[in-house]
Nanobody, 122 residues
Framework: QVRLVESGGGLVQPGGSLRLSCAASGTIFSINAMGWYRQAVGKQRELVAVIPSGGSTNYADSVKGRFTISRDNAKNTVYLQMNSLKPEDTAVYYC????????????????WGQGTQVTVSS
């Protein structure tokens, strides 16, 4: 069984910073891309940033220059450093990962975390 557990959300003032973490645990053979999505009230879930197992990262235009995604493959963990936060960044942030659970299972499956609330308000 694979689990993604996020942490690091909370309330922050505009201009502040937060760092989100997401650790994958369970039966894991390999992990392909890892990423962060967010969903604000009344809006659809949107991509924030993604980092493949190799190659360059990708960011939503709205967060470029403010957010940085990184990963620690030894810990099966992905991070999202969020700086210069704005009220419009308020949302539930979800971790996503493409995971191959075992050698015997050839395909990658998509897994989601439970979400962590980020609120940017004065």
């Amino acid at each position: 069984q694979v689990r993604l557990v996020e942490s690091g959300g909370g309330l922050v003032q505009p201009g502040g910073s937060l760092r989100l973490s997401c650790a994958a645990s369970g039966t894991i053979f390999s992990i392909n891309a890892m990423g962060w999505y967010r969903q604000a009230v009344g809006k659809q879930r949107e991509l924030v940033a993604v980092i493949p197992s190799g190659g360059s990262t990708n960011y939503a235009d709205s967060v470029k220059g403010r957010f940085t995604i990184s990963r620690d493959n030894a810990k099966n963990t992905v991070y999202l450093q969020m700086n210069s936060l704005k009220p419009e960044d308020t949302a539930v942030y979800y971790c996503n990962a493409e995971i191959r659970p075992s050698y015997a299972y050839p395909a990658y499956r998509n897994y989601w975390g439970q979400g962590t609330q980020v609120t940017v308000s004065s």
